[in-house]
């Protein structure tokens, strides 16, 4: 009673603290104030002014942050007259930063003599024809040393100026004080024909494709989506850009037998303009897919970049070779900078033989940086961030980026949300969204563009068949590239793909199958218990649809093999107790003791998770195995026996190719068992 009683608190503790989680104070996300600020005026010779009087910090979380609030004056020159910014800025402990920037006005000591007023901050301009003026007074300030700010009196004269003609012209401000004393400066506007010729950008957006290139369901398949974005291009290239969010390789046969280069070449054909690499693109090692960006590659180029601008060499920013941050495109004078980043924390969803070298750095400093750099360095007009992840708070931080840092628009990826956001902010409202996955929507975000290039507004929806005719045509050409690639497929495992194996002679559930995979996996192994992740299945099957290689590759896409070590039963009732290790096959009759040990078999993904409790296990064997070997296995064994529909409780018999890789067969094994 008291070992029961024990176990009902451990749950309910972990419930608790699981919620606790769940429940993430709003606050943490709330960045500092900063009070009491304003302008400052510098006479040139006297005692710097005191720029903490009067200003406080206060943060929700923290409390009174005022003793943190760092000064930065750096841009001051305290001996010539002037208007300079300075610059206020804290963190708080959760890591949100605010600035706020004021003027120091600096300007000659009058001596205590009667002087003229003065006008700072003027500035030559630039107009473009067809654009409303310039502002010319804007951070122009006017002062007297007697009579303070004279700055709503400047007499602005712009008649000079023929605001539709190429050419320099003057423009005059004039302030007076109340003793006749006068100030005026000139400065010049040029004015120039429009920069670029587009008035609007039409991007065209995919997630989380998986490799799903054939249309089957309401995966649209890439003929009918290329149809779209071929078509786009073929009647505005100027205006058209095509990108995506990441795992777009990785998920079915048609993909992963050619690791992922069949994808590859059909992206080339549309016109691909930037890859941001996901956490799937790791999946048979990360130098798989860079090949495809290695110029000295001699199979199928990428004719665009991959993109991950956090991804570094463990305990290093240094960004793996075939890897960009950034990519900067140019359409008809507009230049458009693209970062590409890993989501935060998604090392946790890559197997650790494949990730253990890398890491993927906190992506918003990654932000802040590229922004800059792309507007000051680059020359853009337009800046985009396409991020394998959909978390809320990055979201919000990019959009409370400002000045040169700002970012016009985010797409998120690897949740397979289908959404379309936007995040508040001065100006135009910075537009998020995420397109699904499997090739179930397309997205599509229209900016607007004034005629410097810059954003002034958008329109942003996710398209399938229901609203976008061109996705219900399949382009010619590209249809003709997949029966290619089927035909290549067959011929390379010499039997069809599509042709069903057997008839499902009931609903499968993602669970379901989940399950029944632990089972093959604990008889292939011959252990005790066997343990299979839900994530690792990644869809069910309908009643009475035909299960085909195809199809098993759809519903198990990962090569995991199976690993076995020996643990004790007091460890794997331990396990039993965790959601993670809900899905599990244990052998009839076993009843764990807690001194004994126990053969323990999982896929390499659960076993080599750093973490875990199995790479601590005794006697581990890697046993060769490809899971989704075993499904083959087994449905073509019980076709084989005689039977044409699959059920659960069929009874199973494996015959099972043991590989040293996908390639070479070391040894075969024959596995018979009744249940």
Known sequence: MKKLTSIILLITFILV???????????????????????????????????????????LTDGDLTDAIIIDDSDVDYETAGVYPLVYRVTDSDGNTVTKTVNVIVIESSGGTTSPPVILGATNHTHVIGQAPPDYLAGVVAFDANEGYLTDLIILDDSAVDYETPGTYPVTMTVSNTTGGQAVVTISVTVIEPLV??????????????????????RMGVARIGNLILDAFDQKPDNTLFISGGDMLQGTLLSNH?????????????????????????????????RYFNPAYEGTQAQFPLLGANVYFKGTTTIPDFIEPYTVIERAGVRIGIIGLMGYGLESSIADAMVRDYEFGNPVPVVEHYAE??????DVQVVLVAIHGADGSFNQAVGNLTGNQRVDAVFNGHSHQTYVQFHSRSGVNMPIMQ??????????????????????????????GGNEARLNIAHPVIETRLDDIIEAVEASLGKPIFEPILIAGQSLSRGDLTVYMAKLIRLSSDSDIAFHNYGGTRISISNGAGISLNTVHQVFPFDNRIKTTYLSGATIKDLLTQNFYQNHDIRPGVIFEDDT???VATNDFVFDYPAGVFIHGIDSEDTGIFMRDLFIAALENQRDAGYTHFYLSTPIVLHVPIWIDRFLIKDEKAYRYET
């Open 197 to 218: 010729g587009i008035d609007h950008l039409d991007i065209y957006y995919l997630n989380d494709l998986h490799g799903f290139i054939m249309e089957e369901g309401n």
């Open 435 to 464: 397109s699904g996955g499997y090739g179930s929507a397309v997205g599509h975000l229209r900016l607007d563009l004034n005629l410097d290039g810059m954003v002034t507004g958008y329109l942003a929806q996710n398209l399938n």
């Open 597 to 599: 040990y126990y053969k």
């Open 17 to 59: 603290l699981a919620a606790c989680q769940d429940r993430d104070d709003p606050r943490k996300h709330v960045p500092p104030n900063i009070s009491g600020t304003g302008d400052i005026t510098y006479f040139i010779g006297d005692p710097l002014p005191d720029y903490r009087e009067g200003v406080s910090a206060y943060d």
């Open 373 to 378: 750099h792309l507007r000051m360095t680059e």
């Open 258 to 290: 050619f690791h992922g280069e069949s994808v590859i070449d059909l992206l080339n054909m549309m016109h691909h303009d930037a890859f941001v690499i996901g956490n799937h693109e790791f999946d048979w090692g990360l130098e798989q897919v860079t």
